[in-house]
């Protein structure tokens, strides 16, 4: 096996360690849902054990994340398509959506737990955003306003109000984010063409 090849398989077992701790699992919880036992799963963590595709697999199915993320695989494609998700050092993740540049932007952002008294870092830019909270609750800042949307609730605004995003203590949270340029807005429809 190349070194290059060698130094990327030894990366995924701190990956797997992360991605387990942060979803709070143990390893025999972890075993159960993916037919790994527990002590292959140790030692995949540990680096005692170079992962196989038969045992990636079902760990990104788990985690729901791609088999590029898992392992880290070098990119290939042009960085302004590329779909696959993008990890911050904030332990958040941001998974673009759509392929095609200007227009309206798609991206999913899983945010890890936050902290309630945190002081948020607004931002303004140009833009339109539209949020729809998937799981969880987020937390958005938006002006002098503090807001607390729930599963199933969203937000549009304009982006030059100076904003933030984050979860809660209560735990991690998913949205939605629609973003594009100023002037450009998500259309809700509330009426049938029959009506």
């Given at each position: 096996?190349?070194?290059?090849?060698?130094?990327?398989?030894?990366?995924?077992?701190?990956?797997?360690?992360?991605?387990?701790?942060?979803?709070?699992?143990?390893?025999?919880?972890?075993?159960?849902?993916?037919?790994?036992?527990?002590?292959?799963?140790?030692?995949?963590?540990?680096?005692?054990?170079?992962?196989?595709?038969?045992?990636?697999?079902?760990?990104?199915?788990?985690?729901?994340?791609?088999?590029?993320?898992?392992?880290?695989?070098?990119?290939?494609?042009?960085?302004?398509?590329?779909?696959?998700?993008?990890?911050?050092?904030?332990?958040?993740?941001?998974?673009?959506?759509?392929?095609?540049?200007?227009?309206?932007?798609?991206?999913?952002?899983?945010?890890?737990?936050?902290?309630?008294?945190?002081?948020?870092?607004?931002?303004?830019?140009?833009?339109?955003?539209?949020?729809?909270?998937?799981?969880?609750?987020?937390?958005?800042?938006?002006?002098?306003?503090?807001?607390?949307?729930?599963?199933?609730?969203?937000?549009?605004?304009?982006?030059?109000?100076?904003?933030?995003?984050?979860?809660?203590?209560?735990?991690?949270?998913?949205?939605?984010?629609?973003?594009g340029r100023q002037g450009q807005r998500a259309h809700?429809?509330?009426?049938?063409?029959?009506?």
């Amino acid at each position: 096996m190349d070194e290059p090849a060698s130094q990327t398989l030894e990366t995924v077992g701190p990956r797997l360690k992360h991605l387990r701790l942060r979803r709070d699992v143990t390893l025999t919880s972890l075993a159960a849902e993916t037919g790994i036992s527990a002590s292959t799963l140790s030692r995949l963590e540990v680096g005692l054990r170079r992962p196989t595709l038969e045992q990636l697999l079902p760990l990104a199915r788990y985690y729901g994340v791609t088999l590029d993320s898992l392992v880290d695989a070098p990119r290939t494609a042009n960085p302004r398509v590329d779909l696959r998700p993008m990890s911050c050092t904030d332990g958040s993740i941001i998974i673009p959506l759509t392929r095609r540049p200007g227009g309206i932007q798609a991206f999913k952002f899983v945010l890890p737990a936050g902290n309630d008294d945190a002081v948020p870092a607004l931002r303004s830019h140009e833009g339109y955003d539209w949020a729809y909270v998937l799981n969880g609750t987020l937390r958005l800042v938006l002006g002098d306003h503090d807001f607390i949307l729930h599963a199933g609730e969203a937000a549009e605004f304009d982006t030059r109000t100076p904003h933030w995003f984050g979860a809660t203590s209560a735990g991690p949270v998913e949205y939605l984010s629609l973003v594009g340029r100023q002037g450009q807005r998500a259309h809700v429809r509330t009426t049938t063409d029959d009506q």
